[in-house]
């Protein structure tokens, strides 16, 4: 991951000699001398080898997917930033950009973030409604920044530590990967994501990942969620509450 963030500012036309210089000079990695000659090697070895033949007979067929993704998107007006904004009544601080690349197929999709650009690695065949998925969940997470934080939430955070339930919950799934309060913010960011795609795509979901996301995503629709008369901090906040009564 960390190699990645190293190139993320390349310019599409760097050639892999490029790649590897910046990979094996940044200092932020601080790599071995060993180290630096096997990353040499190897990812020399796999451009020539695999990417440089497999790349020279897909690009065509990639340029005519992307050519008509953003076909349908422009079609279509998207402005996912101002969709999000008015869905959730809250306002990015700052311009956010979205960069997405195809990558080979057996590779599930990889999400980097750096400065304003959210850039995606995603499988060849990712359809325009997958694609906009990415940044509803990613940049969901910089809306719930905005109040997560915040006393009253932290203390219904608090409060849910004493449910049964909620705690069996995270022992089981959410343990070891995040904190209680990074747990309960999670859950939040997914359903919202869900219901994102609700209002955009109409598209209704059935599966939890991680396990109240699915509850939100319902709460906010069963509550028909507006902005204008609730926000969203507050229905979250609301939404955590509910569950207090439930052991």
Known sequence: MD?????????DNT??????????????????????????????????NYFKSYFN???????????????ILEINDVNVIKFMEDTSGIKFNKKIKSVFYYNFNPIQPQEFKKGNVLLSTIQPDTTAKDILSIPFHEYSRSLFKTFT????????????????EF??????????????????????????SKYLDYKYYKSAYEY??????????????D?????NKISLKDISIKFYKSKLNTN
Do not use: H, M, Q
Request: glycine content about 4%; hydrophobic content about 30%.
């Open 3 to 11: 190699y990645a963030y190293s190139i993320i500012d390349l310019d």
């Open 15 to 48: 050639t892999t000699k490029e790649i590897v210089n910046t990979i094996i000079n940044d200092e932020g990695l601080n790599l071995p001398g060993y180290l630096k000659k096997d990353i040499s090697n190897f990812l020399n070895y796999f451009y020539n």
């Open 57 to 71: 007979k897909n690009i065509n067929r990639f340029d005519k997917k992307s050519d008509k993704i953003n076909e």
């Open 149 to 164: 934080t915040t006393p009253e939430f932290l203390d219904v955070c608090n409060l849910l530590k004493e449910n049964k």
């Open 167 to 192: 705690i069996e919950a995270y022992n089981d799934i959410g343990k070891g990967l995040y904190t209680f309060e990074e747990w309960c913010e999670i859950n939040l960011i997914e359903g919202f």
């Open 208 to 221: 939890t990942r991680y396990i109240y996301d699915l509850d939100f995503y319902n709460y906010l629709k």
């Open 223 to 227: 509550n028909s969620f507006n902005p």
